[in-house]
């Protein structure tokens, strides 16, 4: 029996092996669901700070304004984008050192069985 994790089958195993794949996931659709309307929310920012600076600088706020949504829009998606992609990179990261202890455990008990059963004089290869 693992004491760290109280795993002492391979059915355990495979059922947290499951769930950890299942929330990993999860949180890389969260991750991009949390980078949609990022775009939009820098076009707003993009266009009040156009709007000041076209105001002073020419008298025109519509053109700032536009010129402001544009460079926002792209600048916040590419932020998005970019944070995105490391937790992407985190999440798959984290999910094969998640694999490796399972497959660890996994030969941990095969080895573990295979002593006791050989104890009893069964003949066990694996």
């Known amino acids: 029996m693992n004491?760290?994790?109280g795993l002492c089958?391979?059915?355990?195993?495979?059922?947290?092996s499951t769930q950890q794949?299942?929330?990993n996931q999860q949180a890389q659709e969260q991750a991009a669901q949390s980078a949609q309307?990022?775009?939009?929310?820098?076009?707003a920012r993009g266009a009040a700070a156009g709007a000041i600076i076209g105001e002073v600088?020419?008298?025109?706020?519509?053109?700032?304004?536009?010129?402001?949504?544009?460079v926002g829009a792209l600048g916040a998606r590419r932020r998005a984008t970019m944070a995105q992609e490391q937790?992407?990179?985190?999440l798959q990261a984290q999910s094969q050192q998640q694999q490796?202890?399972?497959?660890?455990?996994?030969?941990?008990?095969?080895?573990a069985f295979s002593v006791c059963l050989e104890a009893k004089k069964y003949m066990v290869k694996y």
């Open 87 to 90: 937790q992407s990179q985190k």
């Open 100 to 111: 490796q202890v399972s497959a660890q455990e996994m030969t941990n008990f095969k080895k």
């Open 9 to 16: 089958s391979p059915f355990a195993l495979q059922k947290q």
């Open 37 to 43: 309307g990022s775009g939009v929310r820098g076009a």
């Open 21 to 23: 794949q299942q929330q």
């Open 57 to 70: 600088a020419d008298d025109e706020a519509g053109k700032g304004a536009a010129i402001g949504a544009a």
């Open 3 to 5: 004491v760290t994790t």
